[in-house]
Every structure is written in C-alpha cells, then in structure tokens.
C-alpha cells in the first residue's frame, strides 16, 4: 500500500528546488499531477538574502527528504506485519479444517461401532433362543424317560411291524435332536463373527478418536502459537505506529516552518482527495456493475440457478469478486452465499472486533467467488493453493488465484482479474479491493480453476 502523504513531501521537495515536471500517475495512463499557479513575482532580494535563502531551502529540503525516506520504510513495515498476522491465521484455519475432518472420521467410526454392537446382541440373542430350543428339546426327553428315546423305542417293540414303526419313530426323535444342536452351532458361530467385526470396529472407532484428538491438540497448539505470535507482532506493530506518528509530527513541524510548504501541502491534499473521491467512485460503479451482472445471471423472483461451468464462467467468478468491493474484512468470514460472520482468534481479528463484522477474509473471498461457477474451495489458501492446475505466475490470466508466502509458508490469496491488478481481501480493519499486484512473497505459480 502506498502513502499520499509520501507524495506530498516529494512534490514539495520537486517545488522547491524548481523542477516540477508532469508525472503520470501509476496504473492510470495519461493521467498526471497539476501543475500549480505561478506565484506572484517576490521583492528583488539582495545577493545576501538570495545566499541565505537558497541555504535555508537546502537545510530544509534535505531533513524533508530523511523524514520522507523514514516515512516509507514505516509504512511498509505496517502493511508487512498486518500481511504476516493474515499468514499466521490462516495457520489456525488449516488446523480447524484438520480437526474437522478428524472428528467427522471419528464419529463415522463411532457409529460403525455401534451398529456392531447392535449385531453383536441380536447374535446373543440367537444362541439364547437356540439354547432354550435345546433345552426344552432335553427337558421333554428327560420327562418322557428312556423308553421314548431311539433305544428305549426299539427294545421295548411288540413284533416286527412294531419294530419297524418304533424304529421310523426313532429316526424322527433323532432328527429332532440334531436340527436342535445344528441351530444352537450356527447361532455360535453367529456370534463369533459378530463378536469379531464388533471388536474390528471399535478398535478403528478407538483410533479415529485418537487421530481426532491429535487433531484437537496439533489445533489449540497452532491457535496458541498464533496468540502469542499475535500479541508480539500487536505490541511491534503498535512501535512502528508510534515511530511513524513521530516522524508526521517532525514533518509537519518541518513543514509549518514555511507558509510556502503549507500552501503546497494543502494543494496536494486537496488533489489527493479528488483523486481518492474519483477512485472510490470507480470502484463503487465497478462493484455496481458486477453485482447487477451477477444478479441478471439468477433467474427473477427465484432462487438462483444451479451453477453450470461455461466459457462465461472466469467472467462470473470475476463479476462476483467484484461485487463485494468494499466488504469489509472479517477473518473466518466468508461462504459460497456472501460474506458471513467472522470468528475469534484470540488477538487481532479479535481487536477489531471480526467476530462482530460480517465479511470475508482472504480465503473466504475465494470461496464465494467460485462459489458461482459450482467449485467448492476449502477455508484455508494453503489448501486452495493446490486445488486446481498450477501453472509459472508469467503465465497468470484472468480468473487465476495469486498466493503469497511468509516464510516458506502460504498466508494470503488474491484473485487476478487483468491489466496487472488483483482483488483481495487483505487484512482486519480493511476491505475487499482492488490494487496493483504484488510480486514480494508471490508464489511461483498461480493456482487455475477454470
């Protein structure tokens, strides 16, 4: 992010020294800075006073520039700590998905378990109902004493048709007997299958627990780690900040010095106002225009249609980043549906109060903008990175997701939309916009989806 009050000071130096050429302004073609009125002719000064005169501007010019220089190299460091506070809590982001996933595993394994143990039962209760067959089988036998069993038939025959019969009789009983020890085997050997698959489940419900909760731990871990790294960068952050508040009060004591500095600064300022007042106004037709595109795509008085991916559809995914210009940032914040409540990280989301913001941070801003062309994205741009074709930056189109690393690892995502410039959500306290891409931390290469 660059500093209008750098600007100033440069200009100021420029008119001073009595070179101001026209510049152009960057990314804006054939736009250039007014050139200010002529002053009136001053009273003829004698060589002294023109001796002590250019001395003076040469004192003042050269402090003007080591406060500017200073100026810079602060306002840097501002967007570089706000930039790595963004890496560390996507950090926390890829630890809450982790952990999602390892508690839903677990739970599907818990269930798994479950159903076992409901075949485990039904197999007891198929040994019992065996076992009282059985029983009552031996109970009846046992009441009508030996004479009804296969010997007692036999011996005790009358003749040889009586034998004959006794002897069909016996077959009978015993047939009875077997079918009787049969069911009660069949019913064992049930229940040890299901003893076995009941036990297999619940050793994996055991271990999808453990990983849960390896999860869980890996999760508070990164979220502490993120905390404690929050709370140092807050208090260096809050350093720079008071340097930086020094060094305007240095300048503007500089500045007020003269009533020509004064003069030339409020010019500018009020130059530098139109030109915001003409940017934001741009960005706010931008953002107009995209979401009325993105609105005539869903059918009227409905809901919106399925999304079809189609050679429309980098337009519709960049139509609906662009819709949500000014969207505040709300780390956590984001759904296929818009922007969304953020959630708690314990340090600067927390500060600015994202937990309270319905937004979208970087990730978040992502997800919704494929969201349209049906391409589910997780909630973490180290995963995104590799979600889709990755192709070298020098290649990048309209449509390519942008990724910047801290450290070797991926903390920010950015969608480039053309002409050297990108839209993102960058950071608590702003919003989504538009601004010149970047090349410090960029990843090799961008990440295509379409």
Not at 137 to 152: E, H, I, M, S, W
Not at 243 to 267: I, K, M, T, Y
Not at 373 to 390: A, F, R, W
Not at 395 to 409: C, K, T
Request: hydrophobic share 45%; net charge neutral.
């Amino acid at each position: 992010m660059r500093r209008y009050g750098r600007l100033c000071v440069l200009a100021v130096l420029v008119a001073m020294i009595g070179i101001m050429p026209p510049l152009g302004l960057a990314g804006v073609p054939g736009t250039a800075f007014a050139q200010p009125p002529t002053p009136p002719p001053p009273p003829n000064p004698t060589n002294g006073d023109l001796q002590q005169s250019k001395a003076t501007v040469a004192q003042r010019a050269a402090a003007v520039a080591s406060l500017t220089s200073r100026l810079a190299g602060l306002d840097a460091k501002v967007d570089d700590l706000h930039l790595q506070l963004t890496a560390q809590q996507e950090v926390a982001n890829q630890a809450f998905v982790d952990m999602q996933s390892a508690q839903a595993a677990a739970d599907a394994a818990s269930r798994k378990a479950a159903d076992a143990r409901i075949a485990t039962a039904a197999a007891g209760s198929a040994i019992d109902n065996a076992r009282a067959q059985l029983d009552a089988f031996l109970v009846a036998q046992f009441q009508n004493g030996p004479d009804t069993g296969p010997l007692g038939l036999l011996t005790s025959a009358t003749g040889p048709q009586d034998l004959i019969d006794r002897a069909g009789l016996a077959n009978v009983v015993a047939a009875q007997q077997q079918q009787a020890l049969d069911s009660m085997e069949r019913a064992r050997v049930a229940k040890a299958n299901a003893d076995s698959l009941a036990r297999a489940a619940e050793d994996d419900a055991r271990a999808e627990a453990d990983r849960a909760t390896r999860a869980k731990t890996a999760a508070d871990g990164a979220v502490a780690t993120v905390q404690a790294q929050t709370r140092a960068q807050i208090a260096q952050l809050q350093q720079v900040q008071a340097q930086r508040d020094d060094v305007n009060r240095q300048l503007g004591a500089a500045e007020a010095a003269d009533a020509g500095l004064r003069d030339q600064r409020a010019r500018f300022l009020t130059w530098q106002q139109q030109q915001a007042e003409a940017e934001a106004a741009r960005q706010r037709a931008a953002a107009a225009a995209a979401a009325a595109r993105v609105a005539q795509a869903a059918p009227s008085g409905g809901p919106a249609r399925a999304p079809v991916r189609a050679s429309g559809s980098v337009a519709t995914v960049i139509d609906r980043a662009m819709s949500q210009l000014g969207v505040q940032y709300a780390w956590g914040g984001g759904t296929r549906s818009g922007p969304s409540r953020g959630i708690r990280d314990g340090g600067v989301a927390d500060s600015y109060g994202d937990y309270n913001r319905i937004g979208f941070d970087c990730s978040g801003l992502m997800i919704y903008a494929f969201g349209g062309v049906g391409i589910s994205l997780p909630h973490y741009s180290g995963y995104q990175y590799t979600s889709g074709q990755q192709v070298p930056v020098s290649q990048r189109r309209p449509g390519d997701m942008l990724f910047y690393a801290e450290g070797g690892a991926i903390g920010h995502v950015a969608l480039y939309i053309g002409d050297g410039r990108m839209i993102e959500a960058p950071y608590s306290g702003s919003a989504v916009r538009v601004v010149p891409m970047r090349y410090g931390g960029l990843m090799p290469y961008v990440t295509r989806m379409l």
